[in-house]
């Protein structure tokens, strides 16, 4: 066990952050704040292709594996280890992709919607 503080310490000891969740019609729904701790700390990151992970970032932001294939996960962990142009890459994009989803920003599409009748 370890306190909220010493998270993000953990996490940004890191190289990659890998988060193998099964994919079921439960997790489809569900949201990993996990992944995005991750990539707001700038790690790349391995995940479960789930839809809600999916229809954030794009295959230029994280590396998708099937869940119930450890070898691809593996195999991804290591493409990660051997290309750092890569793991620079990924980290950027997805990082850029949280800023676009950022409370600042979705607070101020927010407060713009127009209600219709």
């Known amino acids: 066990m370890v306190t ?14 890998i988060v193998p969740y099964v994919n079921d019609y439960y997790m489809n729904l569900a949201l990993s704040t996990k992944t995005l701790e991750y990539a707001a ?7 479960t292709r789930l839809q809600t992970i999916r ?3 794009d295959d ?17 962990v290591i493409k990660l280890c051997f290309e750092p142009e ?15 989803i950022s409370w600042q920003v979705m607070e101020s ?3 713009n919607l127009s209600i219709q009748f």
């Not at 230029?60 to 991804?76: G, M, R």
Request: glycine residues 6%.
């Open 60 to 76: 230029n932001s994280i590396l998708y594996t099937d869940s119930d294939n450890p070898e691809d996960i593996a195999q991804k």
């Open 4 to 17: 909220l503080e010493e998270i993000n310490v953990l996490i940004k000891k890191s190289d990659i952050g």
């Open 86 to 100: 890569l793991r620079r890459n990924l980290s950027t994009n997805a990082y850029k992709t949280l800023e676009g």
């Open 55 to 57: 229809s954030l970032f």
């Open 41 to 47: 700390c700038g790690l790349p990151v391995v995940t």
């Open 109 to 111: 599409r927010y407060l």
